[in-house]
């Protein structure tokens, strides 16, 4: 790819109208995807349905960026040409993530930290060769049991800033992943604190780390229920709590604000995005970064076989138009039916 500026970088993912495919699944997360629609998980199902995604026709007109996993970089096409280079053909950027996963947190019990900061260095100048312009970390929190700790939410932030310090030092836009995840029976106000708290935390660890905010994309969860709440919080709470907690929290210098789906349906995660528009301008952009919420319909439609994949993409393209409509403030859910 062409030398862009990190910050063009950053705002280019977040454009009007546009946002960003998560493509990152490990190889034991999109076993778990293909087990549903019986499909073995091998080095060439996992690059057909990938390159199914990615060579959609006018694709390019909902997704700015798509975050691949180690072995989707690396991989060529049925046309001979790079996935990596499929998609910068279409002036769509290719970003990687770099996170080893989370892992048990030493003298917590239960809670997790996420690993992958050794030679985290070398392997981000290694993806910037192979066309990555930015990147992933994804630190998880729980709520439930006492959980959060204070001491998981300070180690998970600090690993945060170490990886995207190191990401713009590579010249490489970080998108910084703090999910409070919806896990578990507890209310939206119980996920709003939790959220709050942890991105206060983050964003001390960015500005202490050295971090540029402007070459820098949020990512993080929505305000919600947990998904065994008995009391579910409609949309409208959900948008107005999400917005007024990262008017807490968010500097203004941050370009963009890309949401996890976080478990959440398709439909879902659409509203919620449309009703946080709807409300008007926000200091940040607010776009989307989906993987499951952009492509269940399409793994559904697929089932493994070189005749669906038509039927695939145009499943994929319908879901990527609403999630677009939604970025904008756009969408209504009468649109699921048309």
Same mark, same amino acid.
């Given at each position: 790819?062409?030398?862009?500026?990190?910050?063009?970088?950053?705002?280019?993912?977040?454009?009007?109208? &546009?946002?960003?495919?998560?493509?990152? #699944?490990? *190889?034991?997360?999109?076993?778990?995807?293909?087990?549903?629609? %019986?499909?073995?998980? *091998? +080095?060439?199902?996992?690059?057909?349905?990938?390159?199914?995604?990615? *060579?959609? #026709?006018?694709?390019?007109?909902?997704?700015?960026?798509?975050?691949?996993?180690?072995?989707?970089? /690396?991989?060529?096409?049925?046309?001979?040409?790079? !996935?990596?280079?499929?998609?910068?053909?279409?002036?769509?950027?290719?970003?990687?993530?770099?996170?080893?996963?989370?892992?048990?947190?030493?003298?917590?019990?239960?809670?997790?930290?996420?690993?992958?900061?050794?030679?985290?260095?070398?392997?981000?100048?290694? @993806? @910037? +060769?192979?066309?990555?312009?930015?990147?992933?970390?994804?630190?998880?929190?729980?709520?439930?049991?006492?959980?959060?700790?204070?001491?998981?939410?300070?180690?998970?932030?600090?690993?945060?800033? /170490?990886?995207?310090?190191?990401?713009?030092?590579?010249?490489?836009?970080?998108?910084?992943?703090?999910?409070?995840?919806?896990?578990?029976?507890?209310?939206?106000? +119980?996920?709003?604190?939790?959220?709050?708290?942890?991105?206060?935390?983050?964003?001390?660890?960015? @500005? &202490?780390? /050295?971090?540029?905010?402007?070459?820098?994309?949020?990512?993080?969860?929505?305000?919600?229920?947990?998904?065994?709440?008995?009391?579910?919080?409609?949309?409208?709470?959900?948008?107005? &709590? *999400?917005?007024?907690?990262?008017?807490?929290?968010?500097?203004?210098?941050?370009?963009?604000?890309?949401? !996890?789906?976080?478990?959440?349906?398709?439909?879902?995660?659409?509203?919620?995005? %449309?009703?946080? %528009?709807? !409300?008007?301008?926000?200091?940040?952009?607010?776009?989307?970064?989906?993987?499951?919420?952009?492509?269940?319909?399409?793994?559904?439609?697929?089932?493994?076989?070189?005749?669906?994949?038509?039927?695939?993409?145009?499943?994929?393209? %319908?879901?990527? /138009?609403?999630?677009?409509?939604?970025?904008?403030?756009?969408?209504?859910?009468?649109?699921?039916?048309?």
């Amino acid at each position: 790819m062409t030398e862009i500026s990190m910050e063009n970088i950053a705002t280019m993912l977040v454009t009007s109208s &546009k946002g960003i495919l998560a493509a990152d #699944e490990s *190889t034991g997360t999109i076993k778990k995807r293909f087990d549903t629609i %019986n499909v073995e998980s *091998t +080095e060439e199902t996992r690059r057909d349905y990938r390159e199914l995604l990615f *060579t959609a #026709e006018d694709v390019s007109d909902y997704i700015s960026g798509v975050i691949l996993y180690d072995e989707t970089i /690396r991989q060529t096409g049925s046309n001979g040409i790079t !996935l990596s280079q499929t998609l910068s053909s279409q002036g769509i950027i290719p970003g990687i993530k770099v996170d080893k996963g989370a892992k048990p947190l030493a003298f917590s019990d239960g809670e997790l930290v996420t690993e992958g900061l050794d030679g985290l260095r070398e392997r981000l100048q290694e @993806y @910037y +060769e192979l066309g990555a312009r930015f990147a992933k970390w994804r630190a998880v929190i729980s709520i439930g049991d006492g959980a959060p700790s204070q001491y998981c939410i300070d180690v998970n932030a600090q690993a945060l800033a /170490r990886y995207a310090a190191l990401c713009q030092e590579a010249n490489i836009v970080p998108i910084v992943e703090p999910e409070v995840l919806m896990d578990g029976d507890h209310s939206i106000d +119980e996920c709003y604190a939790v959220t709050e708290t942890t991105l206060k935390t983050v964003f001390d660890e960015l @500005y &202490k780390q /050295r971090v540029v905010l402007e070459q820098m994309l949020l990512k993080p969860n929505m305000v919600v229920s947990g998904k065994d709440c008995p009391d579910q919080a409609g949309v409208e709470e959900v948008a107005a &709590k *999400t917005i007024y907690c990262f008017e807490q929290t968010v500097p203004a210098a941050v370009p963009g604000i890309v949401f !996890l789906s976080g478990g959440q349906s398709e439909a879902q995660a659409t509203e919620h995005l %449309n009703a946080m %528009n709807a !409300l008007g301008r926000h200091p940040w952009e607010l776009s989307f970064s989906f993987g499951r919420a952009l492509q269940a319909s399409a793994l559904h439609a697929w089932q493994g076989k070189s005749e669906n994949v038509g039927a695939a993409k145009t499943a994929f393209l %319908n879901r990527c /138009r609403l999630t677009s409509l939604a970025r904008d403030g756009n969408y209504s859910p009468d649109m699921e039916n048309n």
